[in-house]
Nanobody, 122 residues
């Protein structure tokens, strides 16, 4: 089964930038929509951004214009570039892989990474 490993979290000042990485153990981008989610302390997990099999990209309103999702097919890695960070962006960020219909027929299941903590100080 696919494994996802995130990295790149850390402590940054308000207005700063971080780039998160999500490395997949297999070449799955042709079969799975890749997404980033976050969960702040005491809050529900929320969707941040996704990039589909076809390359379509969507962002949550809270991060639109500040965050950029991308993928490197050769490296089986999805990135989340986070700029103009705010204290309210503080959360554990997790990578998600959701299979397309074709992916499900091939036996892929939804997978989550372990998460990486991002802390933005004011």
């Amino acid at each position: 089964q696919v494994q996802l490993v995130e990295s790149g979290g850390g402590l940054v000042q308000s207005g700063g930038s971080l780039r998160l990485s999500c490395a997949a153990s297999l070449n799955i981008f042709s079969f799975m929509t890749m997404g980033w989610y976050r969960q702040a302390p005491g809050k529900e997990r929320e969707w941040v951004a996704t990039i589909t099999v076809s390359g379509s990209i969507n962002y949550a309103d809270a991060v639109k214009g500040r965050f950029t999702i991308s993928r490197d097919l050769a490296k089986n890695t999805v990135y989340l570039q986070m700029d103009s960070l705010k204290p309210e962006d503080t959360a554990v960020y997790s990578c998600n892989a959701e299979p397309s219909a074709a992916g499900r027929r091939m036996g892929y299941f939804e997978v989550w990474g372990q998460g990486t903590l991002v802390t933005v100080s004011s």
